[in-house]
């Protein structure tokens, strides 16, 4: 079966600034798929030239069997598109939004099934400027649905909800995706990509610098476990620990992260800790994320 999305080194420059860099990538139907990046790593420039609203200068695309640079009108019947932000007046019902975006479609699922299925059924006689932070982000998913397509671009789809609303648009997405329907979302959330996708891509300065399951990408690092504890206050941190399996160790204000590998690393660090008279509190073990990989390939300063 052919991929849904196939790019080949498409670019896309903005004057002598280069906002994706030979990126290639595919995307299988029935998967959700994973672009994460920091900002201005090129995620938004590349999703838009995948859904057409940007020409790539460079490469050659293919989305759904269509070229979304010249067959945008076709594409647009194929794909849908969750809005970030929606221009939609706040006056406007939740109802009569679903309808205005229905009819421009000739593939249309039913508008009162998909607010039932996004929990909004309540709310369809509601204006939009009423609606909740989670409850406007799952009528931008409803519209993205709306004309029943085969792939859905969601792009930080979870940015400034709560953790309980970040959790429930978890499951919408799974849901969609059991429902037949490729999702391709960006995200800042490691643990959102990580839980979620079936593969990332991750992006840095316009070019792909990794692409992999999160766990094949994790395994890449090579890293052991981390055992992190804090000291009380006044403690003076530890300067080494003489324990099995230590392989590095990271002193953040109070918190100490001590990373190592072996059967016998965990023991040994407290029986270290405890010889030598220091106390700790909170003690517990870590595994290596995707964050972990996300910050091994881009590195941890914050850019604009």
């Given amino acids: 079966m052919p991929p849904v999305i196939r790019a080949a080194e498409i670019s896309k420059h903005y004057g002598s600034v280069c906002a994706v860099d030979r990126v290639t990538l595919d995307v299988q139907e029935g998967e959700i798929f994973g672009m994460v990046g920091p900002n201005g790593a090129g995620k938004t420039t590349t999703i838009e030239c995948l859904e057409g609203l940007r020409q790539a200068d460079s490469g050659s695309l293919e989305v759904l069997g269509c070229n979304p640079a010249t067959a945008r009108t076709d594409l647009a ?58 409850q406007r982000q799952r009528l931008f998913i409803a519209l993205a649905l709306v004309n029943h397509p085969r792939l859905v671009f969601f792009d930080e789809l979870t940015t400034g909800l709560d953790p309980q609303a970040r959790r429930s648009m ?56 981390r055992l992190v504890f804090t000291l009380p206050p006044g403690t003076t941190p530890p300067a080494q620990l003489e324990a099995a399996g230590v392989e590095k160790v990271e002193i953040e204000g109070n918190r ?16 270290a800790l405890e010889k030598s008279g220091i106390p700790f509190l909170d003690l517990w073990t870590e595994q290596p994320t995707l964050e972990d990989v996300f910050l091994a390939l881009t590195g941890r300063q914050m850019r604009e």
């Fill in 77 to 134: 019947e194929l794909i849908g598109i969750q809005l970030q932000q929606s221009n939609l007046p706040p006056r406007l019902r939740v109802a009569e939004a679903m309808r205005l975006f229905r009819a421009q479609y000739a593939r249309r699922a039913d508008p009162a099934e998909l607010l039932e299925r996004l929990g909004l059924a309540e709310k369809k006689d509601s204006s939009i400027g009423t609606l909740s932070g989670g």
């Fill in 256 to 271: 100490v992260s001590v990373q190592g590998r072996g059967e016998r690393f965990a023991s040994s660090v407290v029986g």
């Fill in 170 to 225: 978890w499951d919408l997405v799974r849901e969609i995706r059991d429902r037949g329907c490729t999702v391709f979302l960006t995200t800042h959330f490691m643990e959102e990509a990580e839980r979620l996708c079936d593969r990332v891509a991750i992006l840095d300065h316009g070019r792909v610098v990794a692409l992999d399951t999160p766990q094949a990408l994790i395994r890449s690092l090579g890293l052991g476990r």
